[in-house]
T-cell receptor, first 116, second 113 residues
């Protein structure tokens, strides 16, 4: 049972335009959401996060939007650059219990290609 | 750079042999995690640790064991490797605080023939 879903395996965008990556979740207990970027042969790198008490978080070219009623979040990259080409993972976390603080559940990823 | 190293970076082994992967951190973080990444599956949690000698199972723990005898090292052992354990393995750490941000190592590519 997939609790975090990224339904688009790939996305192709022209340089300078907006990239929108989507993520849906099923568990209403999730209270923190994160986006990671991954280049081939490297570990994932943290990009941006959002708490469930907010509906938007912005960091430079990256903005994450959270719609709790729809259980949907999206990552906007504006303007897109060729260096943004990577696989993007959405992840979610539940409130900690016992030693499980920080346990993340990841989506399957979306491969973004930004064409010059 | 979160100060995480993984060793070995690449390993080829045969079915039935034991394999140990090592994750080493220099940041003194309490929480450490082992994930595997497979095509079509994203990242899946194998085991995690919330302190020295404190570990617990994740989503795909069957066939794996872990140990953490010191803060800086988190070992993942495949007691008897199988071809289904061919994967890329990532270690991650998380510091104190409420942000849930994990920082990942460079990964170990394991092939079980």
């Amino acid at each position: 049972d997939q609790q975090v879903k990224q339904n688009s395996p790939s996305l192709s965008v022209q340089e300078g335009r907006i990239s929108i990556l989507n993520c849906d979740y099923t568990n209403s207990m999730f209270d923190y959401f994160l986006w990671y970027k991954k280049y081939p042969a490297e570990g994932p790198t943290f990009l941006i996060s959002i708490s469930s008490i907010k509906d938007k978080n912005e960091d430079g070219r990256f903005t994450v939007f959270l719609n709790k009623s729809a259980k949907h979040l999206s990552l906007h990259i504006v303007p897109s650059q060729p260096g943004d080409s990577a696989v993007y993972f959405c992840a979610a976390a539940k409130p900690a219990y016992g030693g499980s603080q920080g346990n993340l559940i990841f989506g399957k990823g979306t491969k973004l290609s930004v064409k010059p | 750079d979160a100060g995480i190293t993984q060793s070995p970076r690449h390993k080829v082994t045969e079915t039935g042999t034991p394999v140990t992967l090592r994750c080493h951190q220099t940041e003194n973080h309490r929480y450490m995690y082992w994930y595997r990444q497979d095509p079509g599956h994203g990242l899946r949690l194998i085991h995690y640790s919330y302190g020295v000698k404190d570990t617990d199972k994740g989503e795909v723990s069957d066939g794996y064991s872990v140990s953490r005898s010191k803060t800086e090292d988190f070992l993942l052992t495949l007691e008897s490797a199988t071809s289904s354990q061919t994967s890329v393995y990532f270690c991650a750490i998380m510091g104190q605080g409420a942000s849930n941000e994990q920082f990942f190592g460079p990964g170990t590519r394991l092939t079980v023939l």
